[in-house]
């Protein structure tokens, strides 16, 4: 009968497997074969043991996360005047209780953005349940006619409103030639609140966006022809041959200087050459 028991006398030791003959280990080998076992086994049970508390971790943080104490409960919202509260919250997604851990201020901002009257978004999270926007809003400078009324827009050309009646604190800008018995300019279709108007209007805008306070009470409407000229429309009947938008502020420092200086009525006054106005009085009989 095998017997894997150490030999008489402690000297050598045998193994027994079926099919395989007797080899002899010696006891220290076996010995040491015997503790690395032990090691791997100890490593397993460390390994499990980590994992279990890494698991036991994130268990405890998602649920920490998902605590009542981290909801959004508090929501201020600074800075608007033409936009509603309303529709900031709407846009933030802050309509209903949130984690505060699943708040992404950069898509919130985002998407604040996208609202017409809205220029700039800061959107702070102050933990453990206060989320702050503060806005900073778009002026308005100039109103353009379309089908639907007068778009509000700023100087960049983004609609901002639609409204039946044009403001009248604003100048239109429209495009040349105006339509009889009008002085806005021809009507153009702007697009909805949050898009812009067509581009043919740039260079208006630049001229309605660089005029003096001053100056802009006395200005009716912006002009933009088709080949870059600007000229304005003023109130009291006058038109202001500007050119292209270029040189602006010598242009209408000269304007504002030439109705200081003379009564123009319907006149032309030329600053095309700001350092040469010239006043064209209008024809006889009208």
């Given amino acids: 009968m095998n017997d894997d028991r150490p030999a008489r006398g402690g000297a050598t030791a045998t193994v027994v497997a079926p ?14 074969l015997i503790e690395v076992r032990r090691e791997q086994g100890r490593r397993r049970l460390r390994f499990l043991l980590t994992i279990a508390g890494i698991l036991v971790v994130a268990a405890g943080g998602w649920g920490i996360t998902r605590s009542p104490l981290l909801t959004v409960r508090h ?9 509603p509260v309303a529709a900031v919250r709407s846009a933030a997604g802050l ?6 851990v699943d708040l992404d201020p950069g898509a919130m901002a985002r998407a604040v953005g996208g609202l017409p009257w809205v220029n700039t978004v800061k959107v702070r999270r102050q933990w453990p349940s206060t989320v702050t926007l503060t806005i900073t809003e778009r002026r308005p400078i100039a109103a353009t006619a379309d089908r639907r009324g007068w778009a509000v827009v700023d ?26 018995g009008t002085d806005g300019g021809v009507a153009v279709q702007a697009g909805e609140p949050g898009t812009g108007v067509p581009a043919e209007l740039a260079s208006a805008l630049v ?10 009470v006395q200005v009716a409407a912006v002009i933009a022809g088709s080949d ?13 041959l500007l050119g292209p938008p270029e040189g602006l502020p010598d242009k209408l420092t000269a304007l504002i ?3 200081a200086k003379a009564q123009v009525g319907k006149a032309v006054v030329d600053v095309r050459v700001p350092s040469a106005p010239v006043l064209t009085a209008p024809a006889t009989g009208q």
């Fill in 19 to 32: 099919g395989v003959p007797r080899l002899p280990i010696d006891p220290r080998i076996r010995q040491r």
């Fill in 75 to 83: 929501v201020h919202i600074a800075g608007t005047g033409q936009t």
């Fill in 95 to 100: 309509t209903h209780h949130r984690q505060m």
């Fill in 155 to 180: 100087a960049t050309g983004r609609v901002l409103d639609v409204v039946s009646v044009a403001p009248a604190n604003l100048p239109t800008v429209g495009l040349a030639p105006p339509p009889p």
């Fill in 207 to 216: 001229v309605a966006s660089s005029l003096p306070a001053q100056l802009s």
């Fill in 228 to 240: 870059g000229q600007v000229q304005l429309a003023l109130k009291n009947g006058a038109t202001a």
């Fill in 257 to 259: 200087t030439m109705l």
